[in-house]
């Protein structure tokens, strides 16, 4: 049995949240006539609109594998741990394994008791 979040199942599946907008497409105003700048926006906008039918679909996908028991969301205890397990400065890392800390439970084993 698979254990992943929806998001990670649609990431992938190439259908992540990152991959939607051209984040530097606005940098690239001034050097394009109005009529090739409103044909790079329809193309980023049907790009977009693709991806958002393609997410849509792999939702309902991974649905159906939850529903037929070959997949699980993890649980808050396997988030946090996976949480704990990030990058030491980020304070989401830190914060997580605070809470297990005082919870007794050690995010390096995995769960076990601290």
């Known amino acids: 049995m698979n254990i992943c979040t929806e998001e990670e199942f649609l990431a992938r599946n190439g259908a992540g949240r990152q991959q939607i907008g ?3 497409l606005h940098k690239n105003r001034g050097r394009h006539s109005d009529k090739s ?3 790079l926006v329809d193309r980023q906008a049907h790009e977009d609109h693709a991806l958002i039918c393609r997410r849509a679909e ?3 996908e991974f649905r159906a594998l939850v529903a037929l ?3 699980r969301e993890p649980t808050a205890l396997e988030q946090r ?3 704990a397990n990030g990058h030491p ?3 989401a890392t830190q914060a997580a394994r605070r809470l ?3 919870r007794g439970i050690d995010w390096q084993t995995n769960g076990g008791p601290a």
């Open 22 to 24: 051209d984040a530097a």
């Open 69 to 71: 028991g070959e997949m």
């Open 100 to 102: 297990l800390a005082r």
């Open 81 to 83: 741990i996976a949480t």
């Open 89 to 91: 400065d980020l304070e």
């Open 37 to 39: 700048w409103k044909r």
């Open 58 to 60: 792999l939702r309902k």
